[in-house]
């Protein structure tokens, strides 16, 4: 298998994975999800639709966890248009740490894949 260096010269390694693929699918769904998720709202110059402010409500003292997931709900829906029905639940929280699941289901224009799950862990 051949890898690139920094200086775009070929590497041969003797590993399966590659520092960069194509993701495509369901898989590039999870990970733009993920990336709504981790990212601060405003933080890509480039598209502020990306992100969230979960930080507001993980450090607001409140600790309001059904406010943060309808909210992460909301990034995410408004962030990835061809995605519906999604809700986020909590599955750990500690100041360190945050792991919640994203339900939801995707459109592509022809086909409806429906009952999705995407785990995310946020660290703090």
Do not use: H, W
């Not at 998720?37 to 933080?43: A, D, L, R, V």
């Not at 995707?106 to 660290?123: A, L, M, P, R, W």
Request: some cysteine; hydrophobic content about 35%.
């Amino acid at each position: 298998m051949k890898d690139f260096s920094i200086l775009m010269e070929k590497v041969s390694v003797t590993g399966v994975q590659k520092d960069i693929s194509l993701v495509t699918d369901f898989n590039a769904y999870a990970q733009y999800i993920e990336v709504v998720c981790k990212t601060q709202k405003g933080e890509l110059v480039s598209n502020n639709n990306i992100g969230s402010d979960y930080y507001t409500y993980i450090f607001d003292g409140q600790a309001n966890l059904p406010v943060l997931e309808t909210t992460l709900a909301g990034y995410i829906q408004a962030a990835i248009p061809r995605i519906t029905n999604v809700s986020v639940r909590t599955q750990y929280s500690s100041p360190t740490q945050f792991q919640f699941l994203v339900y939801y289901s995707i459109f592509d224009g022809t086909s409806k894949q429906e009952n999705n799950t995407t785990f995310v862990e946020v660290e703090l």
